[in-house]
C-alpha cells in the first residue's frame, strides 16, 4: 500500500467557498508534513508545513490540521480564489533505504469557479 | 526553489539513448536531491548527496539510473538506455533553512520516443 495517500484526487469548489484536501501517511515516527502547490507546468512549491509538535498551522487563507494518533493531516483554503486553482500535494517523511525521505502524496486537482 | 537550476528544461530522447540531466544547486548548500515525477503522480524520490556523498539510492528505479556529485555542488542524472517508461520530469531540490524543507528547482522534462 501507498505510505501517503491523499484524497480527494480531483476537487472543484465555487469560488469563496472552502476547500479541504485530507493525507494519511504511515509511519509513525514522521514528524514533518508540508504541502505544495504545483500550477501547470511548474515546480512544486511549499505552500505551509506543521511539524508534530502542534496540532494546527495558520498563514492568511491556508491552515493545515494534524492529527498524529489517527496519522492524518489535512489542508483548509478558505474564501478561495481562482488562483487557488492548481494540484496540490501533501508529504510527509517515510523511511526509505538507510534515511527517511519526503514521500508525496498523489495530488489533488483543486478547481476554483468563478 | 530560487537559485536552484535545471538544464536541459526539455529533452526528447529516443529509446535506447543515454541522457544526462543537470542540477546547479542553490551555491553552499550540503544537501541536493533528485526526484521523478510522472504525469499526474506526485514526485517520487530517486537519490540523495550530502556534499559529493550519495548517501541514499534507495529510490532510483534500475540499474540504468545512476548520479553523481564530484565536487559536491553541481549534479548529474544519468540515464542509459532509455525506455518509454523513463518519460517524466526530473527535478532537484536543495533544503531550506529549516529541517524537512524541501524547494525544487523547475525541472528537466524527458520524453522517450
Known amino acids: 500500500g501507498e505510505n501517503v495517500e491523499q484524497h480527494p484526487s480531483t476537487l472543484s469548489v465555487q469560488e469563496g467557498d472552502s476547500a479541504v484536501i485530507k493525507c494519511t501517511y504511515s509511519d509513525s515516527a514522521s514528524n514533518y508534513f508540508p504541502w505544495y502547490k504545483q500550477e501547470l507546468g511548474k515546480r512544486p512549491q511549499l505552500i505551509i508545513d506543521i511539524r508534530s509538535n502542534v496540532g494546527e498551522k495558520k498563514d492568511q487563507r491556508i491552515a493545515v490540521t494534524l492529527n498524529k494518533t489517527a496519522k492524518h493531516f489535512s489542508l483548509h483554503i478558505t474564501e478561495t480564489q481562482p488562483e487557488d486553482s492548481a494540484v496540490y500535494f501533501c508529504?510527509?517523511?517515510?523511511?526509505?533505504?538507510?534515511?527517511?525521505?519526503?514521500?508525496f502524496g498523489s495530488g489533488t486537482q483543486l478547481t476554483v469557479l468563478p | 526553489g530560487a537559485g536552484v537550476s535545471q538544464s536541459p528544461r526539455y529533452k526528447v530522447a529516443k529509446r535506447g539513448q543515454d541522457v544526462a540531466l543537470r542540477c546547479d544547486p542553490i551555491s553552499g548548500h550540503v544537501s541536493l536531491f533528485w526526484y521523478q515525477q510522472a504525469l499526474g503522480q506526485g514526485p517520487e524520490f530517486l537519490t540523495y548527496f550530502q556534499n559529493e556523498a550519495q548517501l541514499d539510492k534507495s529510490g532510483l528505479p534500475s540499474d540504468r539510473f545512476f548520479a553523481e556529485r564530484p565536487e559536491g555542488s553541481v549534479s548529474t542524472l544519468k540515464i542509459q538506455r532509455t525506455q518509454q517508461e523513463d518519460s517524466a520530469v526530473y527535478l532537484c531540490?536543495?533544503?531550506?533553512?529549516?529541517?524537512?524543507?524541501?524547494?525544487f528547482g523547475e525541472g528537466s522534462r524527458l520524453t522517450v520516443l
Open positions: 508529504a510527509a517523511p517515510i523511511s526509505s533505504g538507510s534515511a527517511r525521505q519526503l514521500t
Open positions: 531540490a536543495n533544503t531550506g533553512p529549516n529541517t524537512g524543507e524541501l524547494f
